[in-house]
């Protein structure tokens, strides 16, 4: 399940998700070339990515930032930009450009400290903007989550593309982020499960206080549970299925 495009983007120009896209893309371009020496890539990452263990020694706290803007490879930076692109929109519309920054920081923050205190003693280098998107994704899902969602579904050898509201994508991604932290162990490499959980709840805390502005449950009324402006038009989308051989 991979989400496409929301029916709702925003009426404003958002400045700052542009910006967060190209400067992730900017860094992650200023040392491609280190792909091509493990070494030096793990050493760099050894200097900018969050490392635990180094942050209960009191060391590379820088790290809590700057590993948001690291990528471990093409896909994986493709992957975090599109959430953001998609979910990003319409919370810079509502919070505003400086507002949205700060909402942004602060929950890659709030993600990275929860990967942290998971496994404080833990070596693995964490990067990605994972945890900061998950935080724009529990932000959205409080303010429209009924806003229709498209996404990218796979089943097995049957592809489709499906409109689902947001709250059951959202929701269902946060479940499985959080079965998933459950049942790995903490300081094993692989998908930061804690960040993605921890971002997510820290983004429906920072939204909480503009949701009771504009009216708590009344703005759901008002809304239906959508962006509080009409859905783009988009032409059906049809992916046929693909076929066994015989």
Known sequence: MFPLRDHNPSTTTPYVVHALIAANVIVFLSYWGLFANPVALDRFFMDW????????????????????????????????????????????????????LAFYLAGGLAAGLAQYVTAPYSTVPMVGASGAIAAVMGGYLL?????????????????????????????????????????TPSDAGGVAYWAHTGGFVAGLALTLPLW???????????????????????????????????
Request: glycine fraction near 12%; avoid cysteine; charge should be positive.
């Open 49 to 100: 990515a969050l490392i635990p263990a180094a942050i209960s020694e009191g060391m590379h706290l820088h790290g809590l930032f700057t590993s948001m803007f690291l990528h471990g490879g093409l896909l994986h930076l493709g992957g975090n930009m599109l959430f953001l692109w998609i979910f990003g929109d319409n919370l810079e519309e509502e919070f505003g450009h400086l507002g949205f």
């Open 143 to 183: 303010l429209f989550p009924r806003a229709r969602v498209d996404i990218l579904l796979f089943l097995i050898i049957i592809i489709r593309i499906l409109p689902v509201p947001a709250w059951l994508m959202l929701g269902l991604w946060f479940g499985l982020q959080l079965f998933a932290g459950v049942s």
């Open 212 to 246: 009771l502005r504009r009216g708590g449950p009344g703005f759901w009324a008002r809304t239906h549970g959508h962006p509080p402006h009409p859905e783009a038009r988009y032409r059906p989308t049809t992916i046929p299925p693909v076929r066994r051989r015989r």
